[in-house]
């Protein structure tokens, strides 16, 4: 199985498209910060690490195998501001099962753009790569984040507390997940 | 890490270190399709679970991640071996371990596994100061999901067709506890037992 959706792929009010050199500004921009990090593996990120991890985005636009992942930068269809990321990640081909990450500036949270982007990212996972299972995690204290994924449907699976250690503290995790057919059913729309 | 003293005496039963000799009792539970699920040696003939019981013998205490504590649980009165619990360490930062265990169609349903997994989570705790041990089970295993709720291990995940086994979707339970939480149980318990002797 090789699935690589054709780009951009445009929403009623984004678009989502490989990332270019141009981007590193504006992924700074939400990256450096620690009200983003906190809900993150990394800490906040440096200018330099936010290059080198866009460079190593390159190409990531295919999924073929274990592991494989798709990742787009999310731009304001007027305004042409990048303003979020968003990825889809093939976990494992053999039971079709992928997994659906997403990172929005501040700036530009509450008016339903990670819904909108993480909508076509489910799109793109079920009817595309034609997965069975789409799932998403999210610290427990980021309640924004995991409003999102209620607002797309999918159910919480998951409540993991203090089962690893990250950046000094306890973490909390929830798993949300969504089925093929809930998601063909009309879950989340 | 410690090295915990084996073996260990619960009530009914003695929990050691396996031994090569145990390989017609083994043979018994552990190439049944239910058990396979859990395994890490696949094993489904005696060539396949002589080398898995090989490697079993040489995991009996915690020296880096991955490692397992993996006890024969033998029955005192008759000194049968019925099955087997497990610790393994999958995360030294975070003090995390999986549990597992099987006991053989014959002996089940008498509260041997649950009498293992008890001194399972005190050896993990009080010993080889754990900080969380969890454990999974397929949802249709009411039984074991029942077990491991008794013992006070709190419903952490219910994945739904997370993967196909055996050409269906399955279902997975997740089940965890942390130390405080047994450590307070376990001695509310052992007071309680004072109290009626």
């Known amino acids: 199985m090789a699935y690589a959706p054709h780009l951009p792929v445009e929403t009623e009010r984004l678009r989502l498209r490989p990332f270019t050199r141009g981007d ?27 290059a080198e991890a866009l460079q190593a985005r390159v190409g990531h636009d295919t999924l073929d195998g274990d592991g494989s992942k798709i990742f787009l930068a999310v731009e304001h269809k007027v305004t042409h501001r990048l303003i979020g ?17 997403y990172i929005f500036h501040p700036d530009h949270h509450g008016h339903g753009f990670a819904t909108e982007a993480a909508r076509a990212l489910l799109e ?22 995991w409003k999102v994924m209620e607002r797309l449907g999918m159910r919480r699976e998951a409540h993991f507390r203090e089962h690893i250690f990250v950046r000094g503290a306890w973490d909390e995790e929830f798993v949300y997940a969504v089925l093929e057919g809930e998601w063909r059913a009309g879950a989340g729309r | 890490m410690t090295v915990p003293d084996f073996p260990i005496e ?17 043979m018994q539970y552990h190439a049944l399709p239910e058990v396979q699920r859990y395994l890490d040696w696949k094993a489904r003939d ?49 003090g995390q371990a999986e549990l597992r265990f099987i006991v053989g169609p014959a002996q089940r349903r008498q509260g041997y596994a ?11 705790f009080e010993q080889l100061g754990l900080h969380r041990v969890f454990a999974r089970c397929s949802a249709r295993n009411q039984a074991s999901a029942n077990l491991l709720r008794s013992v006070g291990m709190r419903l952490e995940a219910h994945y739904r067709e997370h993967a196909l086994f055996q050409g269906e979707w399955d279902e997975e339970l997740h089940f965890a506890i942390l130390d405080r ?17």
Request: charged share 30%.
């Open chain 2, 181 to 197: 939480e047994w450590l307070r149980g376990s001695k509310v318990k052992e007071i309680h037992r004072n109290m009626v002797a």
């Open chain 2, 46 to 94: 005696r060539v396949e679970v002589k080398s898995a019981l090989e490697a079993m013998v040489q995991q009996h205490r915690f020296q880096r991640p991955g490692d397992a504590v993996i006890l024969a649980l033998v029955r005192r009165a008759d000194n049968a071996l019925i099955g087997q619990a497990s610790l393994r360490w999958v995360d030294a930062t975070a």
């Open chain 1, 24 to 50: 590193v500004d504006a992924v700074f921009d939400y990256r450096r910060r620690e009200d983003v990090a906190r809900y993150l593996f990394d800490g906040p990120m440096s200018h330099e690490s936010v």
């Open chain 2, 10 to 26: 619960t009530k009914r039963l003695v929990l050691r270190p396996f031994l090569k000799s145990d390989l017609e009792a083994v």
């Open chain 1, 124 to 145: 793109m996972g079920f009817a595309g790569a034609g997965l069975h299972r789409i799932y998403a995690r999210c610290a427990a204290a980021n309640t924004a984040s």
């Open chain 1, 85 to 101: 990321e968003v990825s889809l990640i093939l976990r494992d081909a053999a039971n079709r099962q992928g997994e659906i990450g």
């Open chain 2, 114 to 124: 649950r009498e293992a997994v008890r001194e399972m989570l005190d050896l993990g």
